[in-house]
């Protein structure tokens, strides 16, 4: 079993920087490929981000492309998302989420996510 926990949401001014933190329980972590996606008001949820396990592939929505990056740290547990020069459109609650195969068997596992309010 493994619980994520993220962190770092709040509120802040158009072109201002945010670090989104994902904190995983569970000695598993290292072998999970992590995402981060979001959910606007009245929207679906998007993806965002995603890195694999070892950290040396990443990929972005387009609309993000260039102003967010994801990182992890397995030594600590711990997945990130820097997002800089934030826009309205960014405001959304973002989530974590974490998934790998093991042996034939599929897991799968969302944080409970974070606020980030844009105000222009």
């Known amino acids: 079993q493994v619980q994520l926990v993220e962190s770092g949401g709040g509120l802040v001014q158009a072109g201002g920087s945010l670090r989104l933190s994902c904190a995983a329980s569970?000695?598993?972590?290292?072998?999970?490929?992590m995402d981060w996606y979001r959910q606007a008001p009245g929207k679906e949820r998007e993806f965002v981000a995603g890195?694999?396990?070892?950290?040396?592939?990443?990929n972005y929505a387009d609309s993000v492309k260039g102003r967010f990056t994801i990182s992890r740290d397995n030594a600590k547990n711990t997945v990130y998302l820097q997002m800089n020069s934030l826009k309205p459109e960014d405001t959304a609650i973002y989530y974590c989420?974490?998934?790998?195969?093991?042996?034939?068997?599929?897991?799968?596992?969302w944080g409970q996510g974070t606020q980030v309010t844009v105000s222009s």
């Open positions: 989420n974490g998934h790998v195969v093991l042996v034939g068997i599929g897991y799968d596992y």
């Open positions: 890195i694999s396990w070892s950290g040396s592939s990443t």
């Open positions: 569970g000695r598993t972590f290292s072998r999970f490929d």
